[in-house]
């Protein structure tokens, strides 16, 4: 794949095919953005209508080229493109940028049918294609812009940096380029994939996470396509520690209408993709004034390593407001050390209090020194990981803060943060803010968004910092369809046993005396559940009974509920009855698994009664899980005080209940033929004492 | 109370004590902004170290003017301002505002007595004071401005319009009338409260929900003081239409610590000021862009009657994202009628697609009548309140779009928005967004703060347009404090059960032989309680024996609970034992009342068991409550289903809890003495069975 992607990314030589001189045009916009930003390679240029563009030779076909090119971009009308694609492959180029639209977009089936042919001729020749309908990518740091898209508008912002863009829109990832661009975020690749006929999504995230000249990526998504896999690279990401920063639309049932219109990527359930986020600290921003400002946060050469923050202002009130904020999204604004407020007690006029929001007043405006010397104590204290500081004042007072700031910048290894637009001339704050930059220190303009990055910031640093790779259950073989969909108890058991799941003692009887038999050999009191793969909700159909004891109960419970079973559904096929122990009763808690077309198995996990039904009390993660992702469902559930032991009753066993979200997930992983899996309930005992599955249903996927 | 402080806002003549040649003076720049504004009354000047400033006359003291003043404006040093507060109420003068600072607000003791003072001379001359330690008021209509403030920077959105600002900080205050002038918002009224010796926050809020000149009152508030009453005017606000938006902070921890240090307010419970909040639907923003977001909305000439909105965008995956965040804040984004569709798929292109939201692409900007017929075509569908059309484009473009917005507007009834900032020159945009606010469109910059305000005006109008004044019960007299705390639950039954709430059948037997006799007359099964001042939990004491049928059993109860009583708490004084019919189980519910220092009483509803003690899912509200305030408690939990009739159960008697909420609330306002009540649990039985209170307890405040 990295081969692959380095055609493209890392192309020596490009060739244009439907170069142009009209400027206006895809092929000669591109053309003429290789030349003039001065691509380190060669650029060749085809078109069968000019014998030269602007004083470059043009060849009639990819065919007349005089040696091989690594990329061939496609600016063509649509007939054009595959025969196009065919002679770059026979020609050994070895990726091509298809931008013509008119194929699976369109939803029609000859226009369909043309996108899969152009999957064949990327199988088939090794040539990786990437589009079509798509605008090109970038690799800035070799002036190598395969684009079509507008040029730059802030080009002294557009020094090549670490950062990493991925969109399935054009107008999106264009967007983010420019933001970048305007904010002097410096980033490194853009790729705007398209239609995704042969290259997808996940090959352009996998290619930067692994790229070392890459440390932050950010995407804007709609969909992954089922053959795709984010789970393992977005944990990848997460061992390496880059961060990942994505604008997932489709949240809401109008804006998924409209992201379906826009492209033609599968969308897997929204709350599964919030699940796969929550899981692997995937940052979700909503819009572009989140996304950039997570992006200075997490660019910044000295990014915050916790979420204890110091608060200094000098614009009265402000303090307060910051200080809520933060409380709000889940940073803390902790007292300061009694040395730290002895320091500021000493140096503070009267009327200023010490303490954490620090609100100097105007006063520090007049006594630069004091700023200094305010600002040096907040950073020496031991509570305080981050100091933000505002510039909500005049851009003259903001250069006398910047000073005193580059003092105390080089003295401490804290990370600090302006926020804040200062008052005054345009070009002065510009510059003020450029400065501030440079220097190391972000400046963040927007209070709220500022304040969102921080804590997601800091939320994937809690997540990356402790993250270990380790050996997780990986896909089992496909299966032939199964002959039918669900499974009884019985069935579902003897698959999930292996994997080490507890079930009750239990034995299938097929007639009355063999149950009246195995109920003697149970000793003791029996439930009889009615076993039939038509039946698959028993206790509905009266197929369940339960505190049989004696051989007489045995045999009218046997006679009782297959007679009912037959009653409920006429015709349904009964296997027997399972006679099971009576469990003893414990906290009752929901496992289950539904496989997402485009995520794979999701695992769900619940307390039982009124905290699913009532309150959709559930945690939901995509498989494999690992033992920490086991752990954080069972701590998410907001009900999850009655697991730790609640009013006297003694904590539950955890342990046990983590190694069964283990158990499911590897289950799920190993029988892809698996869509559905049940149990409900489970009983969790105290701690040490295990739990039972009291229930389970398996669906298959049928023939 | 609008006669005082008519004096302020309309004086017809200002005396400034402590005027000052030196603009930089708090006097001086008073003095100075009052007459190059062109105040429409008398301005006279006082300071005994001058003759005249600036030309005019300047009088050694307030006895010395010539007639008498309607209003003071006190700009001396601390130790002055009493004896200059009684010269000016010896003089006539019906307002005062002191600027002066060092009273209350240092927290010692002297200082705070001489805040007392100023009250003392409010009261007994009918004087009445803003301040101390303010920056003044503004009437902007009458260029009446008695601050000494900074003067607004953005002079040409300063005429006068229907925006009322209180705020109980300087730096707050100030920001918001200079926001308001940079959007254009027109101002009338600002005040800054200050340390509310005699006027106070609710005061000024009063007038000016009274004013019909006002339509919209925002504010900055950190607290309120107990004598502060303002749950009844957040609902004249209502009745009136008014929508109040308020900062108020001090949401957590940290901004409390800071919001303590910057004013002397008391500040109630945080969740009791958000019940008050969302129970008289007061906009409460986060921030300056929220608040400012929000004005746009409220003050606009036709404001959104609904909550049904329609996207028009040309910015390609733009309405994606309007529509996701559209959807998320509780807005909806329907889909077209048909007809609208039929319409749309005549005008548009192949590519693009009708439907709401609705992406034009680029294609529109080319064809200006296009996008005018699909504005058309949105703002006459049916199901369409609000029309949000997009501004992420080129100045240009807009201009273009605006001349269509700007044919549309008057052929609809309807309200059309623009969102974002369009890229290109400066100055053109400032002019751009002039230009679409004139005709009578705001534009909100920023997507976030847009849909945010739009869904709080929603949520403000949903409650308002059915809002309807109606008699509540009033508070009681007060009480002299109570001897002891708490009542038993035969007490506690006795005070509330002339409110019509529902308890058990029961008798309070001091002897074995009562308990019998009582167990006899009630036929039944009945339960035991100790009833003891110094054992309010009963439970825990081992004071209640249920089930008890039989003469022996009775006895024998008896004396084992009393015996298990005096064990448990010694000297315990024993009342006697409650003899109580047994209930039949119902649902389980909790309703509380507590007083809070600053806003009265609030009230408490929960569901019992886990609902309460493991999810915190309560609803509260301010007492008074209304029939629809105690309707929405019930529907707000979490749990509010298990109400409903769940899986088959029948539906609860819903009415009896609202009765019994409305209940609660009277009496907690008659009875001021009261601190605390639980009722806990009531049982509540199926639709018109009614609720029994199976337990009560309440809490007096002791002598």
Known sequence: MKDGLDALFNAASIVVVGASPRAETPGGTTASQLVKRNFSGDVYLVNPKYREIEGRKCYASVEDLPGPADLAVIAVAARHVLPVLRQCAAGGIKGAIVYTAGFGETGEREQA??????????????????????????????????????????????????????????????AIYQLAAYNGLGFRYFASVGNQADLSFTDFLAYMVEDPEISVICAYLEGLKASEDLLPLARRALSLKKPLAFIKVGATEAGSRAAQSHTGALAGSEENYAALFRQTAITRAEDFEQLVAYLHISLMERPPRGRRVGIVSVSGGGAVMLADKCGRSGLAVPDLHPDTLARLDGMLPAFATSGNPLDLTGQALEEPDLFGRALEAMLEDPGIDVLLVSYHIHVLLCWMALAKIRECYPKTDKTIIVIGTPLGEEDDVRALIKETRRIGVPVLQDMNYAIWALSSYADWWDKAKSYQDQALP???????????????????????????????RGTLAKTAGEAKEALSRMGGAAVFKVQSPQILHKTEAGGVKAGITTPEEGEAAFAEITARARRYREGAEIHGVLVQEMLEQGQEVIVGMKRDEALGPVILFGLGGVFVEVLQDVALRVAPLTPPDAREMVEEIRGHKLLEGFRGSPPLDVEALIELLLQVSRFSMENPDVLELDLNPVFVYPRGRGLKVADALVIRRKN
Chains 1, 2 share one sequence.
């Open 474 to 504: 990986g896909k089992g073989p496909a299966l032939p369809p199964a002959e039918r969909e669900g499974l009884t108890e019985y069935e579902s058991a003897a698959l999930l046993r292996p994997y080490g799941l507890e079930f009750p």
């Open 113 to 174: 049918r043309a996108q899969e042919e152009m999957q064949e001729i990327a199988r088939s020749s090794g040539m990786r294609i990437m589009g079509p309908n798509c605008v090109g990518l970038v690799n800035n740091a070799r002036n190598l812009w395969a684009t079509f898209a507008q040029p730059p508008l802030f080009e002294d912002g557009l020094q090549p940096g670490s950062l990493g863009i991925i969109s399935q829109s054009g107008f999106f990832g264009i």
